[in-house]
């Protein structure tokens, strides 16, 4: 499985950027997808999470209102609509996809696969 992931780039404090993320290479199945990222110095973190339906969202305290996940089945790929962007947001933003683990995880262990990243700065 190769997750792409795109759409990252140079932003004004308040604007707004749309990741994308393609999974391709995966035979079947459901699997749920996923954003992290991760600021320069700083751990990894969870950012949002929608399954297989799409019926079920969950997000990190510090981006909801303003971040939105979605997804195509159809075309294996994820969205992250960012809005109301701030300094802090900056970090390099990782797809996942999960096949296991509990429904709802934010966990990055029960992410099975990872697309390589895209940079997202936001100037103040």
């Known amino acids: 499985v190769q997750l792409q992931a795109s759409g990252g780039g140079l932003v004004q404090a308040g604007g707004s950027l749309r990741l994308s993320c393609v999974a391709s290479?995966?035979?079947?199945?459901?699997?749920?997808m996923g954003w992290f990222r991760q600021a320069p110095g700083k751990e990894r973190e969870f950012v949002a999470r929608?399954?297989?339906?799409?019926?079920?969202?969950y997000y990190a305290d510090s981006v909801k209102g303003r971040f939105t996940i979605s997804r195509n089945g159809g075309e294996n790929t994820a969205y992250l609509q960012m809005n109301s962007l701030k300094p802090e947001d900056t970090a390099v933003y990782h797809c996942?996809?999960?096949?296991?683990?509990?429904?709802?995880?934010?966990?990055?262990?029960?992410?099975?696969?990872w697309g390589q990243g895209t940079l997202v700065t936001v100037s103040s």
């Open positions: 929608i399954s297989w339906s799409g019926d079920n969202r």
């Open positions: 996942a996809l999960s096949t296991h683990g509990p429904p709802g995880s934010t966990k990055e262990v029960n992410f099975d696969y």
């Open positions: 290479g995966r035979g079947g199945g459901t699997y749920a």
